[in-house]
Structures are given as structure tokens and as C-alpha cells.
């Protein structure tokens, strides 16, 4: 009975040994099943590939798209997401533009990428205006933007926007030498001129009137001088507008402070006060803003004539002008050598974004 009752035993347990290795032989390929089926959740999240601040050139910007793009080739399915922060300090005429179009549209056009694998959106306000640029595996959602600030333009003094001055350009205009042909064509047009002349006194013998009385109307004619003088007053008014002048409106007791800066040796001084005046005239009689709450205020030396637009809360100082520092003398050598190095990295930068 004892020997019986101990084979029960040891064959129940031989069994249970059986069972139990079988189980464990079994869990680690359904894990290794499970993880070919469905990757490890840190794969299928969205990393930050780079990061810049601030506006860069073109030449800065387009190497770190460059290998944005060629890292976004060598994972065929993943997606790329360029999200754009405005910076705290941004004026609302930058904040309003969509400023991610310049490396949206290289990455769309040098770059030939797929548009349905690049996307770009703006993420908020950070202290700095910031560009990150993602990648995310396919199927993985957008990252969202993070470590963003609340900005609100209400009671403090703030920076509309900049704009520009042009003045058409003062230098004689180059007279090239025309062959003989030239005399040839004021020959016959001397013929022309009196075979109307004479079609003239024709008609007038026919109708009885003096050939004297019949004159062709004489039209002012109007040089093209005239015509981009005129067009360049047009352009140097563009920031005497209406959204300025609402932006001024829209914070009770603000008033209007109007920088302008130019190099005083390059440029009249005379007449760029008088296109800022005519401006705040306009401020003052098109759009309704009043004239004691207009601040003007020239700021110094600038390499091109440039003006800030700025909105000062009530009681609030005015802000303070940054002129640019005067570039010290070169010798005319050194300026050769200067432009050259210049004209060089401009067209490396042309070439390299898909020009000639």
C-alpha cells in the first residue's frame, strides 16, 4: 500500500513538473510575439530632431533643414512637424505673419518633400521666437507644443512693427552711344512730321480755317523719374495706416511714438522728417488719431532709413532709441576684399537653394 500510494505521488508530481515547464517554455515566445506585434511605447512618440531661436539667414537656416530632410528620408514613413513660437517681444504685424512658410516652403520646394509628410503649425509665445522641428513615426500623433508663456499687449509699451524708406536712386542715368542708325531715324522722322504737318494745312484749306489754328493737342508727358518718385512716396507712406492706428486706439490713453533712424551723411535728413510728418497727418486726418498723441523722434544712425512704430500705454515712458554703431573706416583694399567674401557666400547661398 505504501509503495502504491508513493508511485500516486511521484506521478502526480512528475506531472506537475511537465505542466509547469511546458507554461514557462510558452510565456517568454508569446512575449517575444507581443513585441513584434506592437513596438515598445517610447518608439511610437515624436522627438525633437533640432531647435533654433531667433531669425537665422538663409544660408543657417537651410543647412539645419537640410538635414532635417535627409533624416526624414532615411525613415521613409515617418512625419515631420515644424512648430513656430512667437517671441515675447514680437510686434503683432510679425506675430500676424505665418513666419514657418520660408522652411516650410524649403523643405517643399529645394528639399522636394512630400507635402503630406511636413506640416507646420505655431505653438504660442515663448521668450524668444523658437523654431523646433520633429520627427514622429508613422501612425504616431503630432507632438503639442510645450513650455509656452502667456503674452498680452495691454499695458505695456510694445513695438508695432518696422518699416523701410526708399528713395529712387539720385545717380546720373548711363547715355550709351547710338551708331549712325540714330540719324537715320530722326530723318524720316523729320518726314513724318512735316507730311502731318502738311495733311494739316490740307484739311484747314478744306474746312477754310487757318492751318495756324489747327494744333494737335499737346499731352504733358510725364518722365519715368516722375513716375517711381512718385510711387516711392506711395511706398514710404504704407505705415501710416489703419491697423496702427486702431492698435493706439484700442489701449485708452496710449499714444503713438514714431523712431526713425538714417545715416546723415547718406541720406537727407530734410526730407525723411518731412515723409514722417506727412505721415502723422495722415494718422491724424484719415484715421482719426489725435495730434498731441503722437510722439516723433529721431533715433540716429541707421545703414538704410528705417521706422519703428511703437504704442506707449498712458503715462508710460517713451521708449528709448537703438541706433545701429557706425561700421569704422575700411581701407579701400579691405572693402574689396569684403565684398568679394560677401558676393561669394550670396551666391553659394543662391546656387545651394536651387537657383542658376
Same mark, same amino acid.
Given at each position: 500500500?505504501?509503495?502504491?500510494?508513493?508511485?500516486?505521488?511521484?506521478?502526480?508530481?512528475? #506531472?506537475?513538473?511537465?505542466?509547469?515547464?511546458?507554461?514557462?517554455? =510558452?510565456? $517568454?515566445? =508569446?512575449?517575444?510575439?507581443?513585441?513584434?506585434?506592437? $513596438?515598445?511605447?517610447?518608439?511610437?512618440?515624436?522627438?525633437?530632431?533640432?531647435?533654433?531661436?531667433?531669425?537665422?539667414?538663409?544660408?543657417?537656416?537651410?543647412?539645419?533643414?537640410?538635414?532635417?530632410? #535627409?533624416?526624414?528620408?532615411?525613415?521613409?514613413?515617418?512625419? &515631420?512637424?515644424?512648430?513656430?513660437?512667437?517671441?515675447?517681444?514680437?510686434? $503683432?504685424?510679425? #506675430?500676424?505673419?505665418?513666419?514657418?512658410?520660408?522652411?516650410?516652403?524649403?523643405?517643399?520646394n529645394t528639399r522636394?518633400?512630400? &507635402?503630406?509628410?511636413?506640416?507646420?503649425?505655431?505653438?504660442?509665445?515663448?521668450?524668444? =521666437?523658437?523654431?523646433?522641428?520633429?520627427?514622429?513615426?508613422?501612425?504616431?500623433? *503630432?507632438?503639442?507644443?510645450?513650455?509656452?508663456?502667456?503674452?498680452?499687449?495691454?499695458?505695456?509699451?510694445?513695438?508695432?512693427?518696422?518699416? %523701410?524708406? %526708399?528713395?529712387?536712386?539720385?545717380?546720373?542715368?548711363?547715355?550709351? @552711344?547710338?551708331?549712325?542708325?540714330? /540719324?537715320?531715324?530722326?530723318?524720316?522722322?523729320?518726314?513724318? @512730321?512735316?507730311?502731318?504737318? *502738311?495733311?494739316? @494745312?490740307?484739311?484747314?484749306?478744306?474746312?477754310?480755317?487757318?492751318?495756324?489754328?489747327?494744333?494737335?493737342?499737346?499731352?504733358?508727358?510725364?518722365?519715368? !523719374?516722375?513716375i517711381e518718385e512718385?510711387?516711392?512716396?506711395?511706398?514710404?507712406?504704407?505705415?501710416?495706416? @489703419?491697423?496702427?492706428?486702431?492698435?493706439?486706439?484700442? !489701449?485708452?490713453?496710449?499714444? +503713438?511714438?514714431?523712431?526713425?533712424? +538714417?545715416?546723415?551723411?547718406?541720406?537727407?535728413?530734410?526730407?525723411?522728417?518731412?515723409?514722417?510728418? /506727412?505721415?502723422?497727418?495722415?494718422?491724424?486726418?484719415?484715421?482719426?488719431?489725435? +495730434?498731441?498723441?503722437?510722439?516723433?523722434?529721431?533715433?540716429?544712425?541707421?545703414?538704410?532709413?528705417?521706422?519703428?512704430?511703437?504704442?506707449? $500705454?498712458?503715462?508710460?515712458?517713451?521708449?528709448?532709441?537703438?541706433?545701429?554703431?557706425?561700421?569704422?573706416?575700411?581701407?579701400?583694399? =579691405?572693402?574689396?576684399?569684403?565684398?568679394?567674401?560677401?558676393?561669394?557666400?550670396?551666391?553659394?547661398?543662391?546656387?545651394?537653394?536651387?537657383?542658376?
Amino acid at each position: 500500500m505504501l509503495n502504491r500510494a508513493l508511485t500516486g505521488i511521484s506521478l502526480r508530481l512528475l #506531472i506537475l513538473c511537465v505542466l509547469t515547464l511546458a507554461c514557462v517554455s =510558452q510565456c $517568454p515566445a =508569446q512575449q517575444a510575439s507581443s513585441s513584434r506585434e506592437q $513596438p515598445a511605447r517610447e518608439d511610437w512618440t515624436a522627438r525633437l530632431f533640432d531647435e533654433y531661436r531667433g531669425p537665422l539667414g538663409e544660408c543657417d537656416e537651410g543647412a539645419r533643414l537640410d538635414n532635417f530632410a #535627409i533624416e526624414l528620408q532615411n525613415r521613409p514613413t515617418a512625419k &515631420g512637424y515644424i512648430i513656430f513660437y512667437d517671441g515675447k517681444w514680437d510686434s $503683432p504685424a510679425q #506675430i500676424a505673419m505665418p513666419r514657418y512658410e520660408r522652411a516650410l516652403g524649403y523643405l517643399l520646394n529645394t528639399r522636394s518633400m512630400d &507635402g503630406a509628410r511636413v506640416m507646420a503649425f505655431k505653438g504660442g509665445f515663448r521668450e524668444t =521666437q523658437t523654431t523646433e522641428l520633429w520627427i514622429a513615426p508613422g501612425g504616431a500623433p *503630432a507632438p503639442e507644443p510645450i513650455n509656452t508663456i502667456t503674452v498680452s499687449l495691454t499695458g505695456r509699451t510694445y513695438k508695432f512693427g518696422v518699416d %523701410y524708406f %526708399y528713395f529712387p536712386s539720385d545717380e546720373p542715368e548711363i547715355v550709351y @552711344e547710338v551708331e549712325d542708325t540714330e /540719324t537715320e531715324i530722326e530723318e524720316d522722322a523729320t518726314v513724318e @512730321e512735316s507730311s502731318a504737318s *502738311a495733311s494739316v @494745312e490740307e484739311q484747314a484749306d478744306i474746312s477754310g480755317i487757318s492751318g495756324d489754328a489747327i494744333q494737335p493737342e499737346e499731352t504733358e508727358e510725364v518722365t519715368e !523719374e516722375e513716375i517711381e518718385e512718385e510711387e516711392s512716396e506711395d511706398d514710404n507712406l504704407s505705415w501710416a495706416s @489703419e491697423s496702427y492706428s486702431k492698435a493706439v486706439k484700442d !489701449e485708452p490713453g496710449a499714444r +503713438a511714438c514714431i523712431i526713425y533712424y +538714417a545715416d546723415d551723411r547718406g541720406t537727407d535728413l530734410d526730407k525723411l522728417k518731412e515723409i514722417v510728418e /506727412t505721415g502723422k497727418n495722415l494718422l491724424v486726418e484719415k484715421f482719426g488719431l489725435k +495730434a498731441n498723441s503722437i510722439e516723433t523722434i529721431y533715433g540716429g544712425y541707421s545703414s538704410s532709413p528705417t521706422l519703428e512704430l511703437w504704442v506707449v $500705454p498712458r503715462d508710460a515712458s517713451l521708449p528709448t532709441p537703438s541706433p545701429q554703431e557706425r561700421p569704422a573706416k575700411v581701407s579701400e583694399e =579691405q572693402a574689396g576684399i569684403n565684398s568679394e567674401n560677401a558676393f561669394k557666400k550670396a551666391l553659394w547661398c543662391h546656387v545651394k537653394n536651387g537657383g542658376i
